[in-house]
């Protein structure tokens, strides 16, 4: 059976004009943090295969699908486990992530775009932020931020310091336990161009930043 003939990804248009952005607000939100006392640690991200590489080196794919484009936190492609060079990725009450970075349907560069905040042993997500909830988030660290631009806090119970933002319970009909890894995969649905997802060298990738209790 000859293999399907497969949508072309990329326009050759990047998101690459609001790195310089995006990297500001990173900063705004450390020194946000910093002020409440907290210390912040970045997360190194990746994108998952595409899944015709995937299953050529009999990887785990992750539900892969070539409608999006997946980012997460990068990690060991054969064995799957997170980087040991990561911060820890596990979320105690106090501590809490930011997600942030370019909201990809505003610069058309997704049709939809989501976070689900999936624990990453058990390969489930019970909770999402989408694009929708991502709407003016970035200008409450960084006033005038440019309005493509997100930054959403996921916390604890009772633990959200912003307007932005979604706690993340503990037990498994609501939540993460608090032993279990805390991987967001940011997705980025359907380029309105291509009507395929976007191409990996086109998209800014969207970050993370762990946030513990200075003291």
């Not at 911060?87 to 501590?95: I, N, Q, S």
């Not at 042993?121 to 309005?147: C, F, I, R, W």
């Not at 631009?149 to 912003?162: E, P, V």
């Not at 980025?188 to 191409?199: D, F, I, M, Q, S």
Request: with cysteine.
């Amino acid at each position: 059976v000859p293999p399907p003939k497969l949508r072309v990804r990329g326009t050759g248009k990047t998101e690459g004009w609001l790195l310089s952005e995006v990297e500001a607000l990173g900063q705004a939100i450390l020194a946000y943090y910093s002020g409440m006392g907290y210390t912040g640690t970045p997360v190194k991200m990746a994108t998952i295969p595409d899944g015709y590489n995937c299953l050529e080196n009999m990887q785990n794919c992750l539900g892969d699908n070539r409608d999006t484009v997946f980012i997460c936190p990068a990690y060991d492609v054969i064995k799957g486990a997170i980087l040991p060079e990561q911060p820890p990725l596990t979320m105690a009450d106090g501590e809490f992530l930011v997600c942030y970075g370019v909201q990809h349907p505003s610069v058309k560069k997704a049709t939809y775009s989501n976070i689900s905040i999936m624990g990453w042993a058990h390969k489930d997500a019970p909770l999402v932020v989408t694009d929708q909830d991502m709407a003016g988030s970035a200008q409450e660290y960084l006033p005038g931020a440019n309005p493509a631009l997100y930054a959403y806090q996921i916390a604890r119970k009772n633990g959200c310091l912003t307007q932005h933002c979604k706690e993340l319970g503990t037990d498994c009909t609501s939540g993460i336990a608090t032993d279990e890894v805390v991987a967001p995969v940011f997705r980025a649905y359907v380029e309105p161009a291509t009507k395929v997802g976007p191409a990996w060298g086109e998209v800014i990738l969207d970050r993370i930043i762990k946030f513990t209790p200075s003291h």
